[in-house]
């Protein structure tokens, strides 16, 4: 019985738990509080993904590879779209000081949410804490960023062009809201897609075992949404690239705002 335990506390027993944060190893101590420094679900699928990235880029620069393969042109795909939706959105010349941090945001986005969609894994994009403390450190930092570049001059960008003198109060608050707002839209966006995906996936499968389940004739006839379910999955990975890509245009398009106050 302790083993059974001890085992289901290593591996996932449901789809659903890919939602829950486990604590594979904690520190303890009487004179201080250690609980930062435990090692747990999320801890471990960081240096996951971090690993991943670091091996994928090492590919992209080894010189051992054949120019033309197909590793190679994925790669240089990849950095090339980085490269023109940050020059979309900025425009000028300096658009490519900030190209390494945007295509850093959508590789370490794509790699945790590729990452979660594998069964019985953890699902980084859906951790309320870790998605929402990002966002709200790249809000904080486009803002200091913004002051330190404009000034006063920042808060300008509350007051729309050609505002009437008596409407600038409303308008002010209106456009003070919808920009604190992004501190945490940034990233709920990525956690809510991601979620319910999961979600709408474990469902569907549950549904679809159960009524296999009943009789051998509801067992033939449940082949037929295992098919939509495989074509559902084949869309979440889609969705999981895309809202990647959404994530690092968005913070494109909040850096221009902090860039050029507009």
Sequence with gaps: MKEENRMSMMFMNSPLEQFKMNTF???????????????????????LVLLSMMFMLGLGLDRKLMMGSNWLMAMEATVDT????????????????????????????????????????????????????????LWMG????????????????????????ALVPLLVLIELLS?????????????????????????????????????KMTFIIGLLPIAGIFAIVILEFAIS????????ILTSSYLKDSLFLH
């Design 25 to 47: 190893m904690s520190l303890s101590s009487p004179m201080m509080d250690l609980s930062a420094m435990n090692v747990t679900t999320f801890s471990l699928y960081m240096v």
């Design 82 to 137: 980085m490269v023109n939706m940050v020059k979309g959105q900025m425009g000028g010349t300096m658009y490519g000081r900030y190209v390494p941090l945007i295509y850093t945001l959508f590789m370490f986005m794509l790699m945790g949410n590729l990452m979660g969609m594998m069964p019985y894994n953890f699902a980084m994009a859906t951790s309320m804490v870790f998605i929402i403390s990002m966002s709200l450190s």
């Design 142 to 165: 486009l803002t200091m960023l913004g002051l330190y570049l404009h000034n006063v001059v920042f808060f300008s960008l509350f007051v729309p062009v050609g505002t009437p003198l």
């Design 179 to 215: 920009y604190s707002a992004r501190a945490i839209s940034l990233g709920l966006r990525l956690a809510a897609n991601t979620l319910s995906g999961h979600l709408l996936m474990s469902m569907l499968g549950n549904l679809v075992k159960t009524f296999m389940g009943i009789s």
């Design 241 to 248: 690239c895309m809202q990647a890509y959404v994530f690092a």
